[in-house]
């Protein structure tokens, strides 16, 4: 069966720069989340889109923003980045959003 | 927002033991998932359960939405059992809260 794909895996990004994160979710699942662990804690929800419109917002910072494209991919930017912006980023998604959620394998941000 | 405790925050087993892991929560949800995330990082699925019980294979799961809670049970541990083992809720908007998390650590 088909699932959540996330690019890329790994990221190096130096202090200050953009990163770019995709995700291309199960064929078919009209809501994307977004979602970010920091070293040995639980994922915090950042944002959620629903046939292409931001239907929830978490702690996001001013610095990153996401959208969810015609073909329902979404991509997450996140400008000037911080050493705590090193993370792992999950992107999930499911058919509506009271329905099950199903999670990409995350991309691993590092930043020095 | 909905508040998750899980328990207990560590679980040290012999390969071949059974255990439970209890999620508690503040409010009425309309999902709760569990999931493994193995050492790799990546979450793996284990139940979609916002009220009643299911097994699969060596885990079952039970939730009490009236009571507010579940519980996950892993019997017949493994190695490969070992890990973190999250609980997530969400109310009607979707979004998930996770409680803190289990680590588990089988040993052969």
């Known amino acids: 069966a088909a699932g959540v794909i996330q690019s890329p895996r790994h990221l190096i990004k130096e202090k200050r720069e953009t990163a770019t994160l995709k995700c291309y979710p199960i064929?078919?699942?009209?809501?994307v989340y977004w979602y970010q662990q920091g070293p040995g804690q639980d994922p915090q929800f950042l944002i959620s889109?629903?046939?292409?419109?931001?239907?929830d917002k978490g702690s996001i910072p001013d610095r990153f923003s996401a959208q969810q494209f015609s073909d329902y991919h979404s991509e997450l930017n996140m400008s000037s980045l911080e050493l705590g912006d090193s993370a792992l980023y999950f992107c999930a998604s499911s058919q509506t959003s009271r329905s099950e959620q199903y999670f990409g394998p995350g991309t691993r941000l590092t930043v020095t | 927002g909905i508040q998750v405790e899980q328990s207990p925050p560590d679980l040290i087993l012999q390969e071949g033991a059974n255990s439970t892991l209890r999620c508690n929560f503040s409010d009425s949800v309309n999902n709760l998932q569990w999931f493994h995330q193995n050492p790799w990082g990546q979450l793996i699925n284990l139940f979609y359960?916002?009220?009643g019980t299911k097994q699969n294979g060596r885990l079952s799961a039970t939730t009490v939405a009236t009571e507010r809670y579940s519980l996950l049970y892993i019997s017949s541990s493994q190695t490969t059992d070992s890990g973190v083992y999250f609980c997530a809720v969400s109310d009607s908007w979707g979004k998930l809260q996770f409680g803190a998390g289990t680590q588990v650590v089988v040993t052969p």
């Open positions: 359960i916002p009220s």
């Open positions: 889109f629903y046939e292409k419109m931001q239907s």
């Open positions: 064929p078919r699942h009209d809501t």
